[in-house]
């Protein structure tokens, strides 16, 4: 029975196809440090309010007036809470940075060659990333060689599940029409892979040296998107 071929490339995105370091050392700062300053200009605004009355609920606290949901939500970034409200707001908040020109999306070059060579043999490009929908496509959309979301067919987040789960993969194949077997996910961490791998899609991991890769994993690695031959979802001269 011959190997199916792959049809579709779902990736990670922070130590994947951009470093953890841009992630942790530029965003989450910009986000922060302005979050106080745009939910008092914004609290008004329809998606600022939702995302504030998602968090007082959240933390069963519908009483809380703007300045402590602000302090709630400074406190869940200290924690490094993926709380959807949270995730909601730092969007809105890279938007404005790139939208300005203040942020621009860091893409591994490789990253960006070997993408627009798979679109270019046919192949559909998705991203499966912790971030929202929004940040993916501001990260994509605003980088120093243009605006690279052209390239994706789709975007997924946590709303379809965790990325610790096979289910959730399950879930994306159902999404795109794609069987799993036919899918190869991309991302620097194991437990993702394991995951993917247990939904029946094909894995490769990749590590740029920031991630911790436990010695017993057992996917094919990668340094770089063009040791990956994306339609046999193999590394290229393994073995």
């Known amino acids: 029975m011959s190997t199916p071929q792959i049809r579709a490339i779902l990736t990670d995105i922070e130590g994947t196809t951009s470093s953890i370091s841009f992630v942790k050392d530029v965003l989450f700062p910009f986000a922060r440090s302005r979050l106080a300053g745009f939910v008092a200009e914004h609290a008004a605004d329809p998606e600022v309010a939702d995302a504030l009355a998602e968090a007082r609920t959240l933390a069963e606290r519908p009483d809380l007036d703007t300045e402590a949901t602000i302090a709630l939500l400074q406190g869940w970034i200290e924690e490094d809470r993926k709380a959807k409200p949270l995730k909601a ?18 893409i591994y070059p490789d990253a960006i060659a070997g993408l627009e060579a798979w679109k270019a043999e046919g192949l559909a490009l998705y991203v499966y990333s912790s971030g929202s929908v929004l940040a993916q496509k501001l ?6 060689a243009g605006d690279l979301t052209p390239l994706f067919s789709g975007y997924f987040d946590t ?6 789960e096979a289910a959730s993969y399950t879930a994306i194949a159902g999404e795109i029409g794609i069987a799993p077997a036919e899918i190869l996910f991309l991302s620097d961490n194991t437990k993702e892979l394991d995951a993917a791998r247990a939904a029946g899609m094909k894995t490769i991991g990749l590590d740029r040296g920031e991630a911790v890769i436990p010695p017993d994993q057992t996917h094919p690695l ?5 040791a990956i031959d994306a339609k ?3 590394v290229r001269n393994a073995g």
């Open 89 to 106: 707001l730092q969007g809105m908040i890279w938007e404005d940075g790139y939208r300005s020109g203040v942020l621009k999306g860091d």
């Open 139 to 144: 990260i994509f959309g605003f980088t120093h």
């Open 159 to 164: 709303a379809i599940g965790s990325k610790l």
């Open 222 to 226: 990668v340094t770089e998107f063009g």
């Open 232 to 234: 046999a979802g193999t």
